[in-house]
């Protein structure tokens, strides 16, 4: 990698870091429950972005891998809070 190049990779890991330590503040002290979903959410696609350019400064695409079973598993965990904050229970035993 040319040096202007890992210099703006590492402060974009840098800055994700931060962004994960403070989503993690308002995963903790957050005044709802919606926002500490959306706070677990957003982590989740930090990490993402973090296996991302891990990936390219690593010049590999084993991870890409990784990244989609991140972003499934993401995507159902928001969901499947969302649907407990919502109804109160994530599986309905109810047959119509």
């Known amino acids: 990698m ?3 190049f890992s ?3 590492h402060v974009c890991l840098f800055v994700i870091t931060i962004s994960i330590l ?8 957050g005044p709802s ?3 500490r979903v959306v706070a677990l959410d957003t982590i989740g696609i930090n990490l993402i972005a973090i296996t991302g350019i891990m990936a390219i400064i ?3 695409v084993q991870l ?3 990244i989609l079973l991140i972003g499934i ?3 159902i965990a928001t969901v499947s809070v969302a649907k407990f904050l919502e109804k109160g229970v994530i599986i ?3 047959r119509d």
Do not use: E, M, S
């Not at 403070?22 to 002290?29: E, F, G, T």
């Open 58 to 60: 690593l010049d590999t």
């Open 33 to 35: 429950n919606p926002d």
């Open 22 to 29: 403070l989503l993690l503040y308002r995963a903790i002290k």
């Open 92 to 94: 309905d035993q109810d």
């Open 7 to 9: 210099v703006v990779v």
């Open 64 to 66: 890409n891998d990784i």
């Open 73 to 75: 598993l993401t995507f």
């Open 2 to 4: 040319t040096d202007w």
